[in-house]
């Protein structure tokens, strides 16, 4: 089957979300192939992006025009209020579902509880995980509920059922989507990368720290993208803490706006850092990528993890840059010279305090770490591959 065109559910920038960006990395070599209507939120900004071969209109437009209806839909939905839409738009429209985030559960409370809607919380619990399903969602209405729950309880039923088949980005969701739907068809594409036209980049590390004033010898670390609690933002200030005295130099930069449920003034004071820790808020597309390309060792410590992969670390690592994870989840897929790995345990620091030593004496390593990682974004992880793919399999799921 040769399809003419497609329909993308997603946002585009400037919407503060990574899956915007994400979009136009890909969109631009599925445009290639195929003419691409992309649906955005009726109350998302105006676009800055314009389509090579397609053009954007809103779920409004989309829905008075039932032309578009018996097109292949895809939907780019994420673990966040952005994406109402999209799922809205998916349970009435079954498509092509991209899980970008394996749990949906952030998204259905903000849509359900945060409205008063308890007993919808209620029946999507029940929907999902039965009569256990229902204790739950009671005894958090009366108040008793660890937050913890909403990462280790996807409840993502719904979506599934609603799918016609399912892409995602790493192994550990697509083993998990075939457990729980191993009739539909379901594929895993290389998370895609591509420098934008137009992206002004220094040409090296050693350029970016000249441009920016930054000493050669001042050791950089840094944490990219919105800083919330699984960032583990804490658990590394207090790993710094305890290096401080043993290194010359460093600096830890916090770049993207950071959660209220992160107190960091209260955190940098805790553990005296306040001199060491420079914390940029959210940063234009453009501009993050410069610090990324400054940064000596990007810290990419999430816990607990919804399933998402990544952007920000597979941009870092696109740049060169050596970066620092923990093995678990979708970040066990990455090889393992391409970054460095260490044991998932957010209450001692021990292991991390030695990769960080380990890599500020070594700066022979740090660069063949970034090296490795950069060679394989740009190898297996190139947009082009990964929108063939994405094509390929739509075509594959429209032709069933």
């Given at each position: ?31 290639k192939l195929i003419y691409v209507i992309y649906v955005i939120a009726n109350e998302a900004p105006v676009t800055s992006y314009i ?30 209020i952005q994406h109402e839409y999209i799922f809205r738009s998916l349970v009435n429209r079954p498509g092509i579902v991209v899980m ?278 740009e190898t297996e992880h190139k947009a082009s591959i990964s929108a063939e793919m994405f094509l390929s399999f739509v075509e594959k799921?429209?032709?069933?």
């Amino acid at each position: 089957m040769t399809l003419e065109q497609i329909v993308i559910f997603s946002p585009l920038p400037p919407s503060k979300t990574g899956i915007a960006d994400y979009m136009v990395e890909i969109g631009l070599e599925i445009e290639k192939l195929i003419y691409v209507i992309y649906v955005i939120a009726n109350e998302a900004p105006v676009t800055s992006y314009i389509p090579s071969n397609g053009k954007v209109i809103t779920i409004a437009e989309f829905e008075r025009n039932e032309c578009l209806h018996s097109l292949p839909l895809i939907y780019h939905l994420g673990n966040n209020i952005q994406h109402e839409y999209i799922f809205r738009s998916l349970v009435n429209r079954p498509g092509i579902v991209v899980m970008h985030d394996f749990s949906v559960h952030h998204l259905l409370v903000e849509l359900t509880l945060a409205n008063g809607e308890h007993q919808l919380y209620e029946d999507l619990m029940e929907y999902n995980y039965g009569d256990l399903g229902v204790k739950i969602a009671r005894r958090r209405n009366e108040g008793y509920f660890n937050e913890i729950l909403q990462f280790i309880l996807p409840l993502n039923k719904s979506v599934v059922d609603s799918s016609k088949a399912t892409i995602v980005h790493s192994n550990d969701s697509y083993y998990k989507i075939k457990d729980l739907v191993p009739s539909k068809p379901a594929i895993k594409i290389p998370f895609p990368f591509k420098i934008l036209p137009g992206l002004n980049l220094y040409e090296s590390k050693d350029a970016a720290k000249r441009e920016m004033e930054i000493e050669n010898d001042t050791l950089i670390f840094a944490s990219f993208g919105f800083a919330t609690p699984p960032k583990q933002i804490e658990f590394i200030c207090k790993s710094l803490s305890s290096l401080k005295n043993k290194f010359d130099k460093f600096e830890y930069w916090v770049v993207g706006e950071v959660a209220e449920a992160v107190p960091l003034k209260q955190i940098l004071r805790k553990y005296n850092l306040e001199k060491e820790v420079k914390v940029f808020g959210y940063v234009g597309f453009e501009k993050m990528h410069h610090y990324m390309q400054a940064c000596d060792v990007a810290l990419s410590l999430r816990y607990p993890s919804a399933g998402e992969t990544s952007a920000v670390l597979y941009r870092a690592m696109g740049l060169g840059t050596c970066c620092v994870v923990f093995d678990y989840s979708s970040y066990s897929d990455i090889r393992d010279d391409a970054v460095e790995k260490i044991s998932l345990n957010t209450f001692d620091t021990n292991e991390l305090e030695d990769k960080l030593l380990l890599l500020s004496g070594d700066r022979d390593r740090v660069r063949k770490i970034g090296n490795n990682a950069k060679w394989l974004i740009e190898t297996e992880h190139k947009a082009s591959i990964s929108a063939e793919m994405f094509l390929s399999f739509v075509e594959k799921v429209m032709s069933m």
